[in-house]
């Protein structure tokens, strides 16, 4: 294994783009830790649970790892520009990284769907921001049609490069685990292409040997926003597509682009295709955040699919299981300052107290 670059993605960089060589545009990312919590194990019922957070990437998500390898494509074909439609972890990665390469960024996200956090990184970046009047599949088809005829290089994760960079989150996983595979491994999912990402690191691992098997891989969706969900418990006979609604913003995806890629993910590792509520959702970014550890609440749609497996008797005790946290705590402030601050039928609140100036205010 190559090791020495100080990205946790170009760390593996044989496995990922192994004639990249100078046109490489690093933060660097990953490296990203692996942590237990006794209080988040607790609630889902799970001894052996790990948390791999992504959240710890130089733009709060896991997506700087595909971006890199991306971005690094961008540079080699002389791109003159590049876009990519996103619920906004997508969107302000690429503007990060298109502003270090020196190539403008341009960006469609669903008008008012995008976490505050998000939004403010991709203006800050300097992406040009297009808000379209539509949901995220709205954005993904047009540019899709936009990049075919204006000649911009495309980076959402139907560029394979994405994947190839989204595969160290599996690779990097193994090796602190000292390639000693878990039993599961559980990740939130709404366009797949993490999903796939996944099943091809596992499919590879395999292969050369690095693990002797492969962990039983799980995409759990939001209940509003679950066509994949919806196609698992079909056998996946079909492809479905639904109208998404879910307040984890960054998977409110209906039709999810990287859906057959996914479906050999799941089949070739035994996987699994779970929903959870919004209220689930919820409850596991609750506790993950008072753990002192935080994350969106896309994130903690993975600990809320370890609850529901356990419950289900599918995890066991002994078992081991990584949960990904796919991002940071800081991308959806707005949601809360509502929580907390705003809501009063909340019985977790942590309310903030307005005072007087004085210390009998603060005493009392
Ligand atoms: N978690 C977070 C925090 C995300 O931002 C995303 C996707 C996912 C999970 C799901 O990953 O799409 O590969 O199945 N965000 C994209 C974006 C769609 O535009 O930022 P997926």
Redesign the pocket.
């Known amino acids: 294994m190559p090791m020495g670059h100080p990205s946790g993605v170009w760390r593996f960089e044989s496995l990922v783009m192994p004639t990249a060589g100078e046109a490489i545009t690093s933060h660097p990312e990953g490296n990203t830790p692996l942590m237990t919590r006794r209080v988040v194990s607790e609630w889902a019922g799970c001894d052996g649970l790990l948390l791999k957070h992504e959240g710890y990437n130089p733009t709060g998500?896991f997506?700087d790892r595909g971006m890199t390898v991306g971005t690094t494509q961008a540079v080699r074909t002389g791109a003159t520009a590049v876009a990519c439609?996103?619920?906004?972890?997508?969107?302000a990665s690429l503007a990060s990284y298109a502003a270090q390469a020196g190539i403008p960024g341009l960006v469609f996200v669903p008008a008012g769907k995008v976490a505050l956090g998000k939004m403010a990184q991709t203006l800050a970046y300097g992406a040009k921001t297009l808000l379209v009047k539509g949901d995220?599949d709205t954005c993904l088809r047009l540019v899709q049609e936009a990049s075919r005829e204006l000649g911009i290089y495309l980076l959402n994760?139907i560029n394979p490069w994405r994947v190839e960079g989204q595969k160290t989150i599996v690779f990097e996983t193994l090796q602190q685990l000292g390639w000693d595979a878990p039993d599961f491994i559980v990740l939130?999912?709404?366009?797949?292409?993490?999903?796939a990402a996944f099943g091809k690191a596992l499919r590879e691992a395999k292969a050369l040997g690095l693990i002797s098997r492969v962990p039983r891989l799980v995409s759990v969706q939001a209940a509003g926003a679950a066509p994949f969900a919806k196609g698992f418990r079909d056998h996946f006979a079909q492809r479905y597509t639904v109208q998404a609604e879910t307040i984890a913003t960054?998977?409110r995806?209906g039709d999810?682009a990287s859906w057959d890629r996914a479906v050999r993910a799941i089949r070739e590792t035994d996987g699994l295709v779970l929903s959870v509520t919004d209220d689930e959702i919820i409850d596991a970014k609750v506790r993950i955040d008072a753990a002192g550890v935080g994350c969106?609440p896309?994130?903690a749609a993975s600990v809320a699919g370890v609850r529901q497996l356990v419950r289900d008797g599918i995890i066991r005790s002994g078992d081991r299981v990584v949960a990904v946290l796919?991002?940071h705590v800081l991308k959806d402030p707005g949601m809360l300052v509502e929580l907390h601050q705003e809501r009063t039928d909340f019985a977790q609140a942590n309310r903030p107290v307005e005072i007087d100036a004085t210390v009998k205010a603060v005493a009392d």
């Open positions: 998500s997506k439609a996103s619920t906004g972890n997508t969107s995220f994760s939130p999912a709404g366009n797949l292409g993490n999903t960054a998977i995806i999810p969106e896309a994130s796919t991002g």
